[in-house]
Nanobody, 128 residues
Framework: QVQLVESGGGLVQAGDSLRLSCAAS????????MGWFRQAPGKERDLIAG????????YYSDSVEGRFTVSRDNAKNTVYLQMNSLKPEDTAVYYC?????????????????????WGQGTQVTVSS
């Protein structure tokens, strides 16, 4: 079945870096757009980054632009989120999500409703 498994979360200090990974299985992930969401306690799940099926186009929310980088290795069926200059407000559960088949273009990637499958999430905690 379709499965997304995140890893790489943890407890870090403000200013540190982390790299999250998302291993995809059960579908041809190399042909799908992928994204990262996060949900802080008491808040809604927000889309923070997206990447087109071929990696040519990316999207970032204002809150992470310039600090986070999304990438993918289609040979490994894995999507990454490199997080630098972490802040306490980045504390959340981070989820990998599947976008659409051959999804591309920034206008497409920034639409949360285009993502239909999520992983179980990985906790990221940033202390001040």
């Amino acid at each position: 079945q379709v499965q997304l498994v995140e890893s790489g979360g943890g407890l870090v200090q403000a200013g540190d870096s982390l790299r999250l990974s998302c291993a995809a299985s059960g579908f041809p992930s190399s042909t799908y757009a992928m994204g990262w969401f996060r949900q802080a306690p008491g808040k809604e799940r927000d889309l923070i980054a997206g990447i087109s099926w071929n990696g040519a186009t990316t999207y970032y929310s204002d809150s992470v632009e310039g600090r986070f980088t999304v990438s993918r290795d289609n040979a490994k069926n894995t999507v990454y989120l490199q997080m630098n200059s972490l802040k306490p407000e980045d504390t959340a559960v981070y989820y990998c999500a599947r976008g659409g088949l051959y999804g591309t273009g920034r206008a497409y990637l920034l639409q949360p409703q285009e993502y239909d499958v999520w992983g179980q999430g990985t906790q990221v905690t940033v202390s001040s």
